[in-house]
């Protein structure tokens, strides 16, 4: 899927292609090209990366003092939106998001390149956000919605994760571990938002239509940051390449949606479910002379808030228990220890005394974020801590997966995995501010579901490690897909023994 987006990016900009030996200069190992070139700007010293852009994208700012200015190809009030400042800086990122932050909207670039979002609190700003925002936060802690997360992580836990896993033992058959907790995570998402268990997670595997629809969307949308908006735009009415795919995959997520809210609204309407603990329900009921903007007769509305809810739940938790479980297998030292801690400090009813999971866990997301970037644009033109100018509706992109890897920041064993460095010298957690760890954001667009997020991925963690060995196949690729959501191009492929 990448190397077709990469395709669409060199047919885009086919004349680059003529002029490619004339172009692109050798470089010294090591050193990213940032030269400008006319016409083309710095597209040609991008172009070979794309396929590895965090990596590129971290290289590029950890030799420009965390902070440069990408200068796209082409100008034009048609041929605009490639032109990027990337910042890992975090004064400039703790300005944007926190001290500034009535300056820095998503912006209608953000709103044009995650249309497929529609109205959901992911896209939103102004009113409309802080509606949904306040509106999420009474959800989540509602004790009926706390109770109903408890309730079906734990039945999915023992009806799909164990079942999956000791099938997978007995038969001694590689699985996808990723794969395993995408279904999972989509299946508690699905439950807690939209009171629908599509049960995923099975021996039998079924296919699984959303999750191929989001990430085919979600690459799509990762390209269409370094393409103009008008060809994009093109590619998509036309239907070429993974825009075609992309319209495809909304035809997909929108007739799953379509069918969960009819569905609810003629039980609704029949006195059943009425009081339903999950997201849809609620916001089919919301008080709207408490939260005026939002819509709960609308079903377009009602899709767009659900489907943000069940994405964010999905693909960020997944991701992130993916990630920390490649690294416990090329660091079994640190497996070690968590295990230890299991079996001596572990009890379900309070899993904060597991500091060194939570640490290892920590360490996981500062190295490889769910979200590897963020997308920012100033409604009025500023000048960051950094002494950048950016103007106004222009175009900034947070590098988180940057941000975690810088030795300015992190210290000079800041690519190590070391979750020791997250406990202070009494053993308890240390913090860092959020502009410096952005796994969950910043400021006032903070995850409200963080502590929900870190509860499922200590559940999921803890059953696995207590009960299962795994072993990575031997030879297995790990590179990650160029996308909006850090996952693995291959999967995690492993072996899955239990326990005696």
Known sequence: MAMIGLLEVFAAFLFFLVFKHFFLPKKSPGQPILKSWPVLGMLPGMLPHIPRIFEWTFEVLEATNLTFFFKGPFKGPWLSGTDMLFTADPRNIHHILSLNFGNYPKGPEFKKIFDVLGDGILSVDLELWED????????????????????????????????????AAHENIVIDLQDVFKRFMFDTSSILMTGYDPMSLSIEMPEVEFGEAAETGEEAIYYRHFKPVILWRLQNWLGIGLERKMRSSLVTVNRMFAKIISTRREEISRGERKQSADALTYYMNVDTTKYRLLKPSNDTFIRDVAFSLVLSGRDTTSSALTWFFWLLSMHPQVLSKIRKEINTKYDPTDLEKLVYLHAALSETMRLYPPLPFNHKSPAKPDVLPSGHKVEANSKIVICIYALGRMRSIWGEDALDFKPERWISKGGELKHEPSYKFMAFNAGPRACLGKHLALLQMKIVAVEIIQNYDFKVTEGHKIEAVPSIVLRMKHGLNVTVTKQI
């Open 132 to 167: 949904l925002r306040k509106s999420n936060h009474a959800m989540f802690h509602h004790p009926d919605f706390l109770e109903l997360s408890v309730s079906s992580n734990t039945s999915k836990l023992k009806e799909g994760l164990v079942p999956f896993l000791d099938n």
